[in-house]
């Protein structure tokens, strides 16, 4: 069992820059894949970003260049730094984590608004 906390999300102009944070508890962080995905209205859900127990690493190909994942174990955070934001990545960005590396995880956050416009 993990509970998962996102925030950083926010208004931001096309070209701006903004830094997702998911803190986890409940359980020991260093054993969890994690990912970011988002899902904007009318949408299917998107993985944006995965990072396994290991750091390897992948990024959907309409963010790659742009967005960068990582993770911090001594403090249970996965972050999602987003850098040359387009209108087109407004969406709601969720936190997930899982215990395989092959499949979505288990555990969902509540999900933070980003929103990209003019």
């Known amino acids: 069992q993990v509970q998962l906390v996102e925030s950083g999300g926010g208004l931001v102009q096309p070209g701006g820059s903004l830094r997702l944070s998911c803190v986890a508890s409940?359980?020991?962080?260093?054993?969890?894949?994690m990912g970011w995905y988002r899902q904007a209205p009318g949408k299917q859900r998107e993985k944006v970003a995965h990072?396994?127990?290991?750091?390897?690493?992948n990024y959907a190909d309409s963010v790659k260049g742009r967005f960068t994942i990582s993770r911090d174990n001594a403090n249970n955070t996965v972050y999602l730094q987003m850098n040359g934001l387009k209108p087109e990545d407004t969406a709601v960005y969720y936190c997930?984590?899982?215990?395989?590396?092959?499949?979505?995880?288990?555990?969902w956050g509540q999900g933070t608004q980003v929103t990209v416009s003019p």
């Open positions: 997930n984590a899982g215990r395989r590396w092959q499949t979505v995880g288990a555990y």
């Open positions: 409940g359980s020991i962080f260093s054993i969890y894949n």
């Open positions: 990072i396994t127990t290991g750091d390897n690493t």
